[in-house]
């Protein structure tokens, strides 16, 4: 009995959590008259809604820009934050805590603060409407990112990178051929963080992105959503088969990516 209540209990969460995703799919193989049937199998059968949202709208584009995108942004946010993060975890200097604390401080920032003086910026260097400030802005770290990494690092064996500035290695080399490796679940971890952000980030491609061949798959799922549903033509099926487009990369990813998240989350565990 101490054994069915957990099992029962995983079974309903798991149940929550899969069912709308489930419900996405099967509406997404329904035509237009009982999309919101609630059928958990779709009948009739209608699979054509694909190829159509994929003849109407150019997804293949706007998966490319959301990978380019993403990419770059995951990429840049692990090496920045990761180099924050290790100069707080193994030098010494003073104000370090000091400093340490403001930079978490920021997170208590809310982004909507920071989100016309940034774009003022970008503006001013002729950058506004282009993918760059989707990406660039993650050159400069990630608060939390930072703390992430840094507690990463704390745990490491700080014999080592002692041992090896005897040997005369530099901070840099230090931090690429040593700190990287080791660290290699928490970079992913975050990686794989960022990369989620900027695939689902709307706001941004909103403020920046003008041109259709540049938009990224939320904004074009924006523009889907204004042509095929509320005050369009209301195809709601359409709309629904490129919501599933959009969402099954992520989840292929968390499925690649699962026993990093588990082994990051241990880690943090045994270092606390």
Known sequence: ????????????VTVAFVYPFWWLVSASLKDRAHVFDNALLPSPFSPGN?????????????????????VAAAAAATVASALVAFG???FRFPGRNLLFGVVLATMMLPSAVTMVPVYLEWHALGLATTQIPLWAQNLFGSAFYIFLLRQFFLGLP???FDAAKVDGANAWRLFASMALPL????????FVFELKAAWTDLVKPLIYLR?????????????????FGEGGETQWELVLAASTIATVPMILLFLVAQ???VRGTVTQHVEQ
């Not at 706007?62 to 990978?67: K, P, Q, T, Y």
């Not at 660290?183 to 975050?190: E, F, K, Q, S, T």
Request: no cysteine; aromatic share 10%; hydrophobic share 50%.
């Open 211 to 227: 041109e259709p061949e540049l938009y990224t798959l939320p904004r074009g799922l924006k523009t889907v959503l204004d042509r």
């Open 88 to 90: 707080f975890a193994l």
């Open 259 to 261: 026993r990093y998240f």
């Open 183 to 190: 660290a290699r679940p928490g970079l992913i971890v975050v």
């Open 1 to 12: 009995m101490k054994r069915v209540a957990p099992g029962l209990g995983l079974l309903v």
């Open 158 to 160: 700080r014999e080592v």
């Open 50 to 70: 694909y190829v159509e949202i994929w003849r109407a709208v150019p997804l293949l584009t706007w998966i490319a820009n959301s990978v380019a995108v993403g």
